[in-house]
């Protein structure tokens, strides 16, 4: 007799079906000849829940990293647990989809060496998700008289190459008439058997990395992926397909470890990594727009990710500490919380030019993890606020000490539950000692934070460290502490959850005299209102410090928040440890000024014409071409001050034009 399937099973199942994108992971098991600590990433399964989430857990001891960072996902496969366990629980219902006629995506993705290749395409021991969905479409198109195809391909550099075609030409993707994608010059093999599949998609048995021996003449990292084609001969179901991306891993290009690899390419890499994820993102939140343009590869599987199909993303990890797997973890578990969020209309109405996740976002991705957040808060913005230059007056040194100043961070810690936390930009975090305190915020990450529903994951959190854990973090997230180059004028004063006392003098305290007035003013009027907004963090966004530098993209396209409780999202915040201390609050204010030129600059770098380029100091002809020429291979070549050496500038050439264009603010 068969056996009942327990009710929980069922409904595991269900939620597995009726949702269109599911986030899970797998912990790569150990290769032959590794070793390493195993335990750098726990898990927590809640028991007797419907849902199969958990929890991830990285770091926490001395040989991983020193924070302890959790993320929620769907579920997350351990080492023991193979590939026909996820085919199982999660390939099949997809395939059931399959042949109802609805597209299916399985994507891995993950840092370099994680195991993406292993679950997609598997090994000489063990089958690969491909494979297995092969053997079992086929075994059911049999029965039901319908036929498949396969199609393999790669994305390099932004270009798709055939790889059933042994000149490996280039696919052009184009959409036609009824808005349909066609990839012309792809070619679509049929496949009647198993070793029919495996000599297209595996190239040659006993392969590891398959199609890299297809490709075998080029080192270089790319996407992989395979479309499986079911034709269908029914006028109600449509013929569909499914896909299987096996993304190239992610690497930090500005880590110093990272060194020798393709600068250019690692960013085009990296952007169609969070391209992918801004997709999803916006599917997640039933956006207006979704960005299937920022990226080949999000371009080509468009009518793979959109409508009714189903994405399965598969967050690869690798078994022993990696940074680059933990900001991908970031990345995932944003995405599984953006599912089934209700999203404001007004953040609806976002342009989709204000970009979600752009490459220096690492800071305030990495801080959206569980152990962190806490109720939904929302910001609102109040323009117009004045003054900003004079907190920069008499900053002489603002160029002097880490003149690559997106890299700065203070960590110290806060004591009090009823602090407000102030954050200067997105790896900021300081003392807050006295309970009522005020936290003032500056954070050049606002853009995609405020102004995109996706971003509304992390706007409440406080991650609290003590002084130890903060400099070691420091190290840590050296590499990831840049911010987004797009706005930059915002300051943000958050509210924590926690602050319902807070009174006027409180507010006075912190607003001190050498905070400019219009400052004040706004943090009073904050105040008057505070009980009507509690749990609410507002945003004021700051004019740009002068004229002549360019207007923020973003805050001009996106059109404002009417009501405060709209925006979202806060990367990280800082604690002002001595409320009345004016020179604290001063050189933090200094610290985002410097920021915020800085990515001004680079953002006119990245978009200016000739002529403009050309006004700045240090910049004539020849550099204005070369900055012109970069741009041509990537558009936006400049992410942070050190990018400027591929102009030949040395460090401290580098650090001169910046003082040299400050001094032209107030000349
Ligand atoms: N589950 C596993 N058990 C044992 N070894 C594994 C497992 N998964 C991957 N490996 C091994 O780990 C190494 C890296 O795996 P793989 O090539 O799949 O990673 P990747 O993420 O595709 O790498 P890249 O980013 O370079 O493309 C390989 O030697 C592979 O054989």
């Not at 936390?421 to 003032?440: H, M, N, R």
Request: net charge neutral; hydrophobic share 35%.
């Amino acid at each position: 007799m068969e056996t009942p399937t327990p009710r929980c099973d069922v409904l595991d199942k269900m939620t597995r079906l009726s949702r269109s994108i599911r986030v899970v992971a797998k912990i790569r098991g150990f290769a032959d000849l590794e070793a390493g600590p195993a335990n750098w990433a726990s898990l927590i399964k809640p028991r007797g829940e419907e849902s199969d989430a958990v929890t991830v857990s990285f770091g926490g001891n001395e040989q991983t990293s020193s924070r302890k960072e959790s993320y929620k996902l769907d579920y997350c496969y351990e080492q023991n647990e193979g590939n026909d366990i996820i085919f199982e629980k999660e390939v099949k219902p997809l395939i059931q989809g399959v042949f109802d006629g609805l597209n299916a995506t399985i994507i891995a993705f993950g840092a370099r060496g994680s195991g993406k290749t292993h679950v997609i395409q598997g090994s000489d021991k063990e089958p690969g998700l491909a494979l297995l969905s092969v053997v079992e479409i086929l075994s059911r198109v049999e029965e039901i008289g319908r036929s498949i195809s396969v199609s393999v391909y790669e994305i390099a550099q932004d270009h798709v190459y055939d790889l059933l075609d042994p000149k490996r030409s280039t696919v052009t993707i184009l959409k036609d008439g009824q808005g349909i994608i066609q990839l012309k010059g792809l070619s679509q093999v049929p496949v009647k058997s198993i070793s029919e599949f495996e000599k297209f998609y595996l190239a040659g048995n006993n392969s590891c990395k398959p199609m890299q021996k297809i490709a075998s003449e080029c080192t270089h990292r790319s996407h992989k992926g395979l479309i499986v084609h079911i034709s269908s001969t029914s006028e109600t179901i449509p013929s569909s397909k499914m896909n299987f991306v096996d993304l190239a891993g992610y690497v930090d290009a500005r880590r110093k470890s990272s060194e020798g690899l393709n600068l250019i390419e690692s960013t085009k890499v990296n952007n169609s990594i969070y391209a992918l994820h801004n997709v999803v993102n916006a599917l997640n939140a039933n956006e207006n727009h979704v960005p299937y343009r920022e990226s080949k590869l999000t371009r080509m599987l468009q009518d793979s990710l959109g409508g009714k199909s189903r994405i399965l993303m598969l967050t690869c990890l690798n078994p022993s500490f990696c940074q680059d797997s933990m900001y991908m973890m970031s990345l995932a578990s944003r995405s599984c919380q953006a599912v089934n969020r209700t999203v404001p209309e007004t953040a609806k109405k976002v342009k989709s030019s204000a970009k979600p996740m752009v490459l220096s976002s690492h800071k305030s991705q990495l801080s959206g993890n569980v152990s962190t957040s806490r109720k939904p808060q929302t910001h609102f913005s109040i323009k117009k606020a004045k003054g900003m230059t004079s907190a920069i007056k008499g900053r002489r040194k603002l160029f002097d000490e880490a003149s690559h100043s997106t890299k700065s961070k203070i960590s110290e810690k806060a004591s009090s539950s009823s602090d407000i936390a102030t954050a200067i930009g997105p790896s900021v975090q300081q003392e807050a000692s006295s309970s009522s305190d005020i936290a003032l915020a500056i954070d050049s990450s606002v853009q995609k934070e405020v102004f995109s529903p996706l971003g509304s994951i992390n706007p409440q959190e406080t991650i609290v460290l003590d002084k130890e854990q903060a400099q070691k973090n420091q190290v840590a997230e050296e590499n990831h502490g840049e911010v987004t180059p797009a706005i930059n004028n915002s300051l943000m004063l958050s509210f924590a959850e926690e602050s319902q006392n807070i009174d006027k003098e409180n507010c006075n305290s912190l607003v001190n005299k050498d905070v400019s007035p219009p400052i004040s003013s706004q943090i009073l009027k904050v105040s008057e209102n505070f009980k009507s907004m509690m749990s609410t963090p507002l945003c004021l966004e700051f004019p740009p410090i002068d004229d002549t530098l360019p207007k923020v993209q973003a805050l001009t396209d996106v059109e404002e928040p009417k009501t405060p409780v709209q925006s979202i999202g806060m990367s990280s915040r800082c604690e002002v440890g001595d409320k009345n201390n004016p020179w604290e609050i001063f050189n933090m204010l200094g610290t985002e000024v410097k920021k915020s030129y800085v990515q001004n600059y680079l953002q006119l770098l990245n978009s200016g014409s000739k002529e403009q380029l050309k006004s700045l100091k240090g910049i004539g002809e020849k550099r204005a071409s070369s900055i012109l020429k970069l741009r041509d291979e990537s558009p936006e070549p400049f992410k942070e001050l050190d990018d400027l050496k591929a102009l030949n500038l040395s460090s401290k050439q580098i650090t001169k034009m910046m003082k040299l264009g400050v001094g032209d603010i107030f000349s």
